[in-house]
């Protein structure tokens, strides 16, 4: 398995072609200049060892060297030891609600902008413990399924939207379920389910599917973003400006409000408990610290634990390319002009 230590210094090799271009643009004004100058085959007949071809050779090398230069910067490493590295933690699935509802701005900037920067904060507190997420609207897909690796589940994390899920809606049951469906029960960890929503439930019987949870081990706690009074919800075109509220088959303003009595049953049913969700305070933090205090058990992970730095297999071949287009001449072989069959009468010979 191959991993880069700085993969931003790939991005540099996009100067290798403007170099090709540049030399194109260079060549054409040289060849321009030489023409005003004189002659073309008197000139040619004055510098009888001059190569184009070898210019062309020079350009490769150069490019060759950036290549290996942009590479060796980017820090390759190999790993060389997979096994089975044995942690203690707790098994957390996040259920976020994405529906359309989540854009109200009750919560600055909004319900689902601030349930993402609480996510995030906790992905970063997180040592040993392994997250997933999983997105619904009128259904629950797994976004990314219960991990180490932290900085990739960030890099999911960053792309979620609204429009993750195509179909409309907030069925909480079938994010319960499909958490349900996703650990593995067969380990010994602690499993943690975190609801995050305004608590509109629109569709299924999520206290059906929460009680089914919590009969296997699940502790279910929830996060209610919004407030009770209510909030329309924003429409953007695609500019970003808004343009009015979302609104209702009669053409009244949608009012999106918390269904607080909802998610405080839920999290009764699960054995966890119910934060309401406010500018201020991050609750998924004070989630974590209860979550701490619950027995952790080890688990097992492939990965890799012992990777090499290869940086020397480019960097070496790019100082030899270096050194090899500064030392190249731009005059003709003349061993190779005297054995090409080609060649022109009166062209270099010894």
């Given amino acids: ?30 060849s321009k200049a030489a023409a005003r100058f004189g002659n073309p085959q008197i000139l040619e007949r004055l510098a009888p060892e001059a190569s184009g071809s070898k210019r062309v050779a020079k350009l490769i090398i150069l490019l060759g060297a950036v290549a290996c230069l ?37 919560i600055k900037p909004n319900r689902l902008e601030k349930a993402k920067f ?24 797994t976004q990314f399924p219960l991990t180490t690796d932290y900085s990739a589940a960030s890099m999911f994390l960053d792309i979620v939207d609204v429009d993750a899920v195509p179909v409309p809606g907030t069925d909480i049951g079938s994010a319960i379920e499909r958490a349900s469906e ?21 569709e299924g019987d999520a206290f059906d599917a929460a009680e089914d949870a919590a009969k296997k081990g699940v502790l279910i706690y929830t ?14 075109n695609a500019a970003g400006q808004q343009v009015d509220f979302k609104r209702d088959k009669a053409g009244a303003v949608v009012i999106s409000k918390l ?33 701490n205090g619950l027995q952790k058990r080890e688990f097992g992970v492939k990965q890799f634990t012992d990777f090499e730095d290869r940086f020397q ?27 090409n069959p080609l060649r022109k009468p009166g062209e270099v010979e010894s």
Wanted: hydrophobic share 45%; with cysteine; proline share 4%.
């Fill in 1 to 30: 398995m191959i991993r880069f230590a700085h993969i931003e210094y790939l991005y540099a090799m996009a100067v290798i072609p403007v170099m090709i271009v540049a030399y194109i643009l260079f060549a054409r004004l040289r």
């Fill in 118 to 141: 609480e996510i995030r904060n906790l992905i970063e507190r997180l040592a040993g413990d392994r997250i997933g997420l999983i997105l619904f609207a009128g259904e629950a897909f």
């Fill in 223 to 236: 996060i209610g973003l919004g407030s009770p009074t209510g909030s329309p919800i924003p429409v953007y």
């Fill in 313 to 339: 297999f480019f960097l070496v071949p790019a100082l030899l390319l270096l050194l090899a287009e500064v030392l190249m001449t731009e005059n003709r072989l003349r061993w190779l002009v005297k054995w």
């Fill in 259 to 291: 269904d607080e009595p909802s998610l405080e049953k839920l999290a009764s049913i699960g054995g966890g408990k119910y934060f309401r969700g406010t500018n201020a305070q991050d609750e998924l933090d004070e989630i974590y610290k209860n979550i």
């Fill in 70 to 106: 942009c590479v060796a910067l980017s820090g390759p490493r190999i790993g060389t030891r997979l096994e089975e590295v044995k942690q203690e933690g707790v098994d957390i699935f996040i259920a976020l609600d994405v529906s359309l509802s989540m854009k109200s701005e009750d």
């Fill in 182 to 202: 996703s650990f593995d029960f067969e380990e010994t960890t602690t499993k943690v389910l975190i609801i995050i929503t305004d608590g509109e439930n629109t």
